[in-house]
């Protein structure tokens, strides 16, 4: 038996990447220096997990920025419009302004598309490929990879994205063509990596093609026997591991099961019934192993040791232990780095501490479970074990979970609890008279800048150095000077920047009972971009208004309308570690709930317009369509829930980014927003067209300009993406923002972007 991991945290426990990264984006430490920060991260994880016992250790797990764009470049696969910067610039450069665009010494180049991977909250760019697309090995980083960890001594499996799941990852650019018909170009720059790869004696060789648990055409699944046969029949020698993960094969089960591949990786803790359809299908062929994904990668919470075991006993009884591999359900890059660097209980407390574990941890847990299994330790006499039963068994009964009236309130949620009072129509002409907008009326998503000094006072009033009074002092005048900028600068509806907020879910959380906190609990969203989610380990409340103190003041400092800004239920659900005790209906419901209240308040301070943001609804979505009605059912009254409790004048917006509408038009115009913005820079007003098409009846705000990227677009080029938008939308029903929020951007550009895009409304107004 062995034990296998599909891939390791790439941030490094303190962050090392990111502030390398944002160091080297501003100039202040030279690529070599990155390049060295890189290699010092990729150290520790081989070695931690060389250390702790993982027998299958990834390498070219690590990545810069991402592992779909890292694969793209290895590929060759670059658009046309970075040719001039390929010639000129250095491949690290290259690699950071396919993700984040470039405008520096006469160029000016826009970022590629960004968006989700799969159901997770991880971004990655996405693939864009053309009709005669030609495809050519460009970056040996897979090569290096692996020959820098033999050099330290350490045989590690390499990963790549599979060839089928990579296409299928891209966009086509051009009709004409489907992706998928791109798979004989690409094929052979795969078999050159994997020839360089035998030829520096790599054993195993992991392919993750999650597109596995998606629902799949004839096609695509002939084009998964397809490349697998190939890739048997010339390197027979090389043991090949299909990683399937974050749900089951489905209808796709017998076409995997019948490649000729060493190794199934199944993700076992979203699709636990898999394991007994392979076993009793008898098509599992002779001598092939499974690795049994149990350990939860995607969440916090300690493994069920009881539970796993037998699991891999029923797969052990079957094939006998030399053909199973113990793992965790996919690769834990969507896990914090190390429990052990939470030492402060007062952030998170010593009851609710042992009932969680991060990848150090999960990777000792996959060790554990292999020895246990194996008889290695005798369960009878294991500490390890004894406090895993302890903790679960507390977890269950811990009077910390359970909140009585919670339960009550959300059992007596009456059917008008998730309606407006009146349709839009008759919502908008309330609005239209309370409002008095302009067309093209203009707004941001919500937050702004969020400067290294803005966050020091966050830090010193944390540490005791700033009172109260001081930091709300600091606060309050960041905000007036936010809203002074806006009035100057003529944006029609102010937002009061939230200066004091963390985090867009972690600062609810924070004033949310049932929700704790970590100090170090950092995951990648995309490239430097880190976040902290909260645990949901209780029944969900808010004791106590959360925003109307600072939407209240900043209403006050003017004489235009002010936002207030708030997450929505299934953003603050999706981006959360939510607890596995209970359905995740049922704890959105409850943060529906404690969200209404807070919308009620926000009205009864004189807030007009609120903003409730919902960029994961689509995120949430389960893989499998079968599978989405019953999602989008309860997410979708999750946020009427949370929306329904004010007057027809109250004008509700939502937030979506970085997401494929087309599927779920329906379902978005069901959520009844007065407003909603969306992005649809980088797709270049791409996006827009499902709510075309659908002749989506409500107002809607499709980003002009990309906030990702540092570069400052022109009027111009904000103008002809608002006629592309005129040209499906009526002009009476466009607004005119950012397509996400600030906070992460500098000042200088915010600014000089912001007046670009007041210019081009003024524009478009003047045009009618």
């Known amino acids: ?46 070695k931690l997990q060389s250390e702790t016992g993982v027998d299958l250790i990834p390498s070219n797990d690590f990545s810069f920025y991402d592992q779909v764009l890292d694969l793209t470049l290895a590929l060759g696969a670059i658009p046309a419009r970075y040719q001039e910067l390929a010639k000129n610039n250095s491949p690290l450069d290259l690699y950071f302004a396919m993700a984040r665009g470039s405008q520096k010494e006469g160029q000016d180049v826009v970022a590629m598309e960004m968006t989700k991977w799969f159901d997770t909250n991880y971004h990655y760019i996405v693939p864009e490929f053309t009709k005669n697309q030609k495809f050519e090995l460009f970056s040996e980083k897979i090569i290096t990879e692996f020959k820098e960890a033999n050099e330290l001594g350490i045989k590690t499996k390499p990963v790549l994205i599979g060839p089928v799941s990579y296409l299928l990852l891209g966009k086509e650019k051009e009709e004409g063509f489907h992706r998928i018909d791109l798979l004989d170009n690409l094929l052979p720059v795969y078999f050159e990596i994997l020839e360089k790869l035998q030829t520096e004696n790599a054993e195993y060789i992991q392919f993750d093609e999650p597109f596995l648990a998606l629902n799949l055409t004839d096609s695509e699944r002939g084009a998964f026997t397809k490349v697998y046969n190939e890739i048997n029949k010339r390197f027979p020698k090389l043991k090949i591991i299909l990683a399937n993960y974050f749900d089951c094969f489905g209808e796709n089960l017998e076409t995997a099961l019948a490649l000729p591949v060493n190794t199934f990786h199944l993700d076992l803790v979203r699709c636990p019934l898999q394991l007994d359809d392979i076993l009793e299908s008898g098509k599992l062929a002779e001598n092939v192993n499974l690795s049994l994904g149990v350990v939860d990668g995607r969440n916090i919470w300690k493994n069920d040791f009881k539970k796993s075991l037998e699991l891999i006993k029923k797969a052990t009884d079957a094939l006998g232990e030399s053909q199973i591999l113990i793992a965790p359900s996919c690769s834990l890059i969507h896990s914090p780095c190390d429990l052990d660097l939470e030492t402060n209980d007062e952030t998170l407390t010593p009851e609710i501490k042992q009932w969680l ?77 309370a409002l008095k907008l302009p067309l093209f009326p203009t707004t941001t998503i919500g937050s702004f800048p969020q400067t290294a000094e803005v966050r020091s006072w966050r830090a010193k009033f944390k540490k005791g150095e700033l009172t109260r009074k001081e930091y709300n002092d600091l606060i309050e005048k960041e905000t007036e000077a936010t809203i002074r900028f806006q009035e100057e600068t003529g944006i029609d509806v102010l937002v009061h920047g939230e200066f004091e907020r963390n985090d867009m879910v972690e600062y609810f959380g924070e004033q949310l009972d049932g929700f704790t906190f970590t100090k170090n609990g950092w995951v990648q969203s995309y490239g430097s971009r880190c976040v902290k989610p909260p645990v949901i380990y209780g029944d969900v409340s808010r004791p106590n208004p959360m925003t109307v103190k600072w939407s209240k003041y900043a209403q006050s400092l003017t004489q235009k309308w002010v936002k207030g800004m708030l ?69 979708v009254r999750a946020f009427r829930i949370s929306a329904s409790g004010v007057n027809d004048e109250t004008q509700i917006h939502t937030h979506m980014c970085y997401s494929e509408f087309n599927d779920i038009i329906q379902n978005i115009a069901d959520m009844d927003a007065d407003v909603i913005t969306i992005e649809c820079s980088r797709s270049q007003m791409e996006l827009l067209d499902a709510f075309a098409n659908f002749k989506y009846p409500n107002e809607i705000g499709p980003g002009v300009y990309d906030i990702h990227s540092p570069r400052v677009p022109s009027s111009a080029e904000m103008v002809r993406l608002l006629e592309k938008a005129s040209d499906v939308i009526p002009v009476d029903q466009l607004w005119v923002n950012p397509d996400c929020g600030l906070k992460t951007r500098h000042w200088d550009e915010t600014k000089k972007a912001l007046i670009e895009m007041v210019a081009a409304a003024q524009k478009m107004r003047e045009a009618i």
């Open 1 to 46: 038996m062995k034990t296998n991991n599909l891939g390791y945290p790439r941030i490094g426990s303190n962050r090392e990447l990111k502030k390398a990264s944002e160091l080297y984006w501003a100039g202040k430490i030279s690529a070599e220096e990155l390049l060295e920060t890189g290699k010092e991260i990729r150290l520790k994880n081989w």
């Open 357 to 433: 574990a991060f990848a150090k941890q999960k990777i000792n847990e996959i060790v554990l479970l292999k020895q246990f299994a194996s008889n290695e330790i005798d369960i009878k006499n294991s500490v390890d074990y004894e406090r895993n039963v302890i903790a679960n068994e507390n977890r269950k009964t811990s009077k910390l979970i359970h909140n009585n009236e919670v339960k009550a309130r959300v059992a007596g949620i009456k059917a008008s609890d998730d309606k407006r009072k009146s349709i839009f129509a008759t919502r908008r002409k309330s609005q239209v008279e």
């Open 567 to 635: 997450t929505g239920p299934v953003t603050i659900l999706q981006w959360s570690f939510v607890r596995n005790d209970q359905p995740r209906s049922e704890t959105c419901t409850q943060i529906a709930l404690a969200i209404r209240d807070e919308v009620v308040d926000l009205e009864k301070a004189g807030i007009k317009i609120i903003q409730i943001d919902e960029p994961a609804i689509r995120e949430g979505l389960p893989l499998r369509k079968e599978e989405w009605a019953k999602y989008l059912d309860w997410a």
